[in-house]
C-alpha cells in the first residue's frame, strides 16, 4: 500500500509539472507562473507529512520551506537577469550554483551538514 501512496505522488507531480510546461509552450507564460507557484505541491506536502508523522514535521518542514526561500529566489534572479546577457544555459547554471552555495550556506548556519 505503501508504494501506491508514493505512485501517486508522482502522479500529482508530474500532472503539475506538464500542466506548467504545456501552458509556458503556448505562449502563456504568466497562466504558468500562476500555476506553477500554486500551493499545491507545498499543501499536499504538508497533508502527507502531517498525517504521516504529525504536527511537529510538518512544522519544521513549513519552517525549513521559508528559510530556503532565499536560494531559490536568488536562483530565479539570477535566471531572470542573466539569461539575456550570457544565455539561457549559463544563467540556469550558475542559478543552480547559487542555490546550492547559498543553501550549503544555511544549512552548515543550522547545523544541518552531516548530523
Not at 19 to 44: D, E, H, M, Q, R
Not at 78 to 91: A, D, E, G, M, N
Request: glycine share 6%; aromatic share 20%.
Amino acid at each position: 500500500m505503501q508504494e501506491a501512496r508514493y505512485f501517486l505522488y508522482f502522479l500529482l507531480g508530474g500532472t503539475i509539472t506538464s500542466t506548467v510546461a504545456y501552458l509556458a509552450n503556448n505562449s502563456k507564460g504568466f497562466l504558468a507562473a500562476f500555476i506553477g507557484t500554486l500551493p499545491i505541491a507545498s499543501l499536499s506536502t504538508f497533508l502527507i507529512i502531517y498525517f504521516n508523522t504529525g504536527q511537529d514535521a510538518m512544522l519544521s518542514y513549513a519552517r525549513g520551506l521559508i528559510i530556503m526561500l532565499f536560494p531559490w529566489v536568488f536562483y530565479v534572479l539570477s535566471v531572470v537577469f542573466l539569461t539575456p546577457r550570457i544565455s539561457f544555459f549559463y544563467s540556469l547554471l550558475i542559478g543552480l550554483f547559487l542555490f546550492v552555495l547559498i543553501s550549503y550556506f544555511i544549512l552548515n548556519r543550522y547545523n544541518l551538514i552531516g548530523s
